[in-house]
Nanobody, 116 residues
């Protein structure tokens, strides 16, 4: 549907950092909870982190202490700061949001590769 647009993926060495960004295109809906999922080849899509409009956050155990999710409600943006990257963080990262009526939206995804 093209209503969420991600950016910021790429290739990074282990121990490095990347920042992912995601925005609601054309202010097409008002986001409620926003978050990031990831999917590596052969694996199921899994939750990385999400954040409510009030700023309550939830993280997968595998990224706690390394990743930080944040959002800008005024601009309908959500960010994922990824530090101390590991090869096992390699995946396609998808932005996800629900709107105030509970409808779900997905971005196209952005590829993150962690490799030396």
């Amino acid at each position: 549907q093209g209503q969420l647009a991600e950016s910021g993926g790429g290739l990074m060495q282990p121990g490095g950092s990347l920042r992912l960004s995601c925005g609601v295109a054309r202010r097409s809906f008002s986001p409620s909870t926003m978050g990031w999922y990831r999917q590596a080849p052969g694996n199921q899509r899994e939750l990385v982190a999400n954040i409510t409009r009030d700023g309550f956050t939830n993280y997968a155990d595998s990224v706690k202490g390394r990743f930080t999710i944040s959002r800008d409600n005024a601009n309908n943006m959500v960010y994922l700061q990824m530090n101390s990257l590991k090869p096992e963080d390699t995946a396609r990262y998808y932005c996800h949001s629900t709107d105030l009526a509970g409808r779900k939206y997905w971005g196209q995804g952005t590829q993150v590769v962690v490799s030396s």
